[in-house]
Structure formats: C-alpha cells, structure tokens
C-alpha cells in the first residue's frame, strides 16, 4: 500500500491489537446484557492478542539478534545441540565462550558484543516461552467452552449493533487494508528458505529438502514451495530476486484464501443460519483480529481454514464436504482427526458419499507426488510427510516443546488428544449442524497442544469455525436424516 499512497506506514501489531479490540467491543458487545455468553466470548477472543504479540515480537527479536551474532563471525558450534530455528531459517549459533587461542581473541570489543548479544537472546526466547503458555491457557478455555456447546440449547438472537449495510463496509475495507498489506510486503531471506529448499521437489531432488519438510511437521509436500509473507514485520531485509516467483504465489494463494474464508462464513450465514448479518458480522470480527492482520501471509494457517468452511457450507452435500475434508488433511494431517466426528454425523445418511470424496481428494494429492518424486523412495517419503507416518518426533521441535517444555510428555497429550477426536464419534449421539461446527473447532484447538511445531500459533485453523459457533443460531434441527437427500448429486 506504500505504493499507492505516499508515507503510508503500517500498523504496529501492538497498536492494532488495542484498536481492533475496542472496534470489536463497539460492534458486537451486548452492553445491556454484559453476562451473557457471548459478551465472554468476545473477551476470550481478545485474550489471545497477548499471547500472539508475545510470540510476534520475541521470534522478530531472536531472528534480528541472530543475523548480528553471524554478522560477528564467531565460529559455527561443533555440537548440534546447539542448533536453532527461526521460523523456516534454520542458523547455527553459538553459547559458548570463543577460545582464547583463536584470531577473534583479541576483539574484546566483539566479545562483549557477543555478550550481550546472546543474553538478549536468551531474555528474547523467555518472552516467547511466556506468549506460548499464554496462548495454552487461553486455548484451553476456549476449548472447554466448545465442547459444552452442545449442550447451550437456548440460544437468543443477539445481533450485532451495526446495520448490515455498515457491517458489509467495515468488512470489505478491513479486506482491502489487509490484503494490500500482503501485497506490499516483501519476504526476507528467511520467508524463502524453505521454498528454495522444497524447490529441488520441481526436478525430482527430494535431497535435503526432505529434512526440511518433516522439520514443518506432516503435510503436503508442495505447499512449502509457498513462501511465507510477513504482513507485520520488525525487520526489513528483502530477499534477492531469485524468490520472486515464489513470492507471488504466496501472496496469491494467501489472498485467495482468505477470500474463500470470508465468502464461505458468509455464506453459512446466509444459507444456514438463515440470517445474513450473522455471516456478515463473523467474517468483519475474523478480518478485524489481531491474528489475522499479523499472520495473513501464512498460506499454511489460512488454506486448512478455507477447506473446512467450505466443508461446512457445503454440509448438505457430503461428496463436496468429503473432498474438502480430503484437501484439507492432504494439505496440513491434522483435520484427519475430525474424521470420526464426520463421519459419525453421515452415518445414518451420506456416509458413503463422504468417504467417497474424502478419499478421492487424498488419492489424487498422492498420486500428485509422483511427480515431484526422483523414485519410489522418495515418493514413499513424501506419503510419509503428507501422512505423518511415523513414532511422535521428540528432536528438533520449535513453540513451546522447543522451549523447556520436556517432548516425552507430548505423547500422553497426543493420547488424550486421539481419545477426544475417537470420542466425538459417539458423544454427542445426535449430532447437527451446530455439533459439526463446535466439535470441529474444539478439534482443531486440542491440535494445539501437541503440535511440535508452533502448536498455539495456527489460530487460523479454528478461528473462524470457533466466530460461527458463537454466533450460531439453534441448529437442533439440522440433522443428517433431516437434511440429506438419496440423491448422490443434490442442487
């Protein structure tokens, strides 16, 4: 947007943060009803900003103090325990203290620098420690509130205190501001290290770039071909012009999915809560979030978004819903675990048609494979990626397991996890539309706390499907039997 309008600057994450708050309070708190569940709602929602800001900061920080300690040329570590990463850049930096003997010995100005440098470090990675215990917490609020939804039968109809035409403005303009921020900014060298490396997939070298991709944990193995575009950054070192391709892909794929998560919201609302203003005022909040203007160029948090609302949206026919569930699990594993809630839902009607889908979405994503594959090898380790098979990773792990939390304790997690998603097949045992939306979303929140790789951060995944279910109407009604037609290719 710099172009467009001269000295246009953009807005310090901190500062969004307090403006899009109190404009969220203003539209949507019910002041004459300040108990009410939604009103709490919207608190929870704002809680996150902390967490997020923490996090936004403090990996910034540690990525700026990285480059000036490399800058000092001080000599690589010799154990790999040393290593570090700095989301996607992986840099080797060193704690110990330079040998005497060595040529930087008699720089002592350069070692106090050094000094300095790496205690800011360590303050830095504290802070980032701080941000993800926060986002637990308030993770876990969020996700015991989505799982009593079921039972919140009653429901009154709190519209939001802004016509719709004023609602529908607000959205479209926040859209605009966003998505010219994507398209203004300009990836670092970081942003691009890891479509440089999964480059080598185009000619058929899984090489090095394999290790790369299961450091991103399970996923398709083409999106990391996607580079990341940091909307809200503290640094401003551009990467050459060798990424520029991979630059405006990103960017395309990234505004093209927020658009498919605004329309798809809208959507729902308009053609399942039979209320427009509500899918209108759930996509303004989702624009307006802190989390989404600082992390709108992440293409892996928006995509999975995308396909799971358009799964939603298009609930009434289960051979469209399969494929997007299908897509979406090819995309980042994860809503794999949403298969026995849905499947569950479909069982009495549509289950077939949801399988169908499912599974033809996933088996064309793995024959797709084959060729960015050298040979069967690494066509099987890419299979592996795109399907996490393999024991939990306890090495190498970034977000909170990388930063003291012990990794062995991600597997009881994991167990409790897989027992919740394994659960939702059975409880509630008449489910509905508004089960679907509350049990995916708390689904998708209970990822969190096992992710090694960020796990807090992807609030994308449940945003908007957590923003439908508080402001979803009574959908008791909405049943497969009820919906559902035998006709395998319904209007």
């Known amino acids: 947007m710099n172009q467009f309008l001269w ?6 994450p901190t500062t969004w943060a307090y403006l899009s708050s109190l404009l969220m309070l203003a539209l949507f708190f019910k002041f004459n009803r300040v108990w009410s569940v939604r009103n709490i709602d919207l608190l929870l929602l704002i809680l996150l900003a902390p967490g997020l800001l923490l996090v936004h900061h403090a990996q910034q920080q540690q990525e700026s103090i990285a480059v000036q300690i490399k800058q000092l040329e001080y000599p690589e570590p010799r154990s790999p325990d040393a290593r570090s990463s700095w989301r996607g850049l992986v840099m080797q930096v060193s704690w110990q203290e330079p040998e005497r003997t060595s040529p930087w010995a008699d720089r002592p100005e350069e070692h106090l620098e050094y000094d300095r440098l790496t205690g800011d470090y360590a303050e830095w990675r504290t802070v980032e420690r701080r941000g993800f215990l926060w986002l637990f917490a308030i993770g876990a609020v969020l996700l015991v509130r989505l799982l009593f939804d079921p039972t919140m039968v009653r429901r009154p109809l709190l519209d939001p205190n802004l016509s719709t035409g004023g609602l529908t403005f607000i959205c479209c303009s926040l859209f605009i501001f966003v998505m010219a921020n994507v398209i203004a900014s300009t990836p670092t060298e970081s942003d691009l290290y890891g479509p440089k490396a999964a480059a080598q997939l185009l000619v058929r070298d899984g090489g090095d770039s394999q290790k790369q991709l299961e450091r991103h944990g399970p996923g398709y193995a083409v999106i990391t071909l996607l580079s990341s575009i940091p909307t809200m950054s503290l640094m401003n070192q551009p990467a050459s012009d060798e990424g520029f391709a991979f630059s405006v892909a990103a960017k395309a794929m990234a505004i093209l999915s927020h658009l498919a998560v605004v329309l798809g919201m809208i959507g729902i609302g308009y053609r399942h809560f039979d209320n427009i203003k509500m899918g209108i005022g759930t996509a303004t909040i989702y624009m307006m979030l802190p989390y989404t203007t600082i992390w709108t160029g992440r293409v892996e948090h928006v995509l999975p978004a995308a396909l799971l609302i358009w799964a939603v949206l298009n609930y009434q026919r289960p051979l469209i819903a399969g494929l997007c569930i299908g897509s979406a699990i090819g995309v980042v594993y994860y809503p794999m675990f949403l298969l026995p809630l849905w499947v569950s839902f479909y069982w009495q009607r549509g289950v ?34 795109m399907f996490g098979l393999w024991l939990p990773i306890l090495e190498g792990l970034e977000g909170v397991w990388g930063l003291g939390w012990d990794p062995v304790y991600r597997i009881p997690v994991l167990v ?14 008449r489910k509905n539309l508004g089960t679907l939306l509350s049990c995916s979303a708390a689904v998708m929140v209970a990822v969190q706390f096992w992710h090694g790789f960020g796990g807090g951060l992807f609030v994308g995944w ?24 035998e006709n395998w290719f319904p209007l």
Not at 7 to 12: L, M, P, T
Not at 378 to 384: D, E, G, S, T, Y
Request: charged residues 10%; hydrophobic residues 55%.
């Open 7 to 12: 000295h246009y600057q953009q807005v310090e």
């Open 352 to 385: 077939w048609r949801f399988v169908l889908g499912t599974l033809t979405s996933l088996s064309i994503m793995t024959a797709s494979l084959l060729f960015v594959s050298k040979d069967l090898s690494a066509f099987w380790a890419n299979v592996q990626t």
């Open 416 to 429: 409790a996890f897989i027992a919740l998603s394994s659960t939702l097949a059975i409880w509630p045992a």
């Open 462 to 485: 449940y945003l908007p499907l957590t923003l439908l279910t508080i402001f979803r109407p009574n959908l008791e009604d909405r049943v497969a039997l009820a919906v559902l037609t």
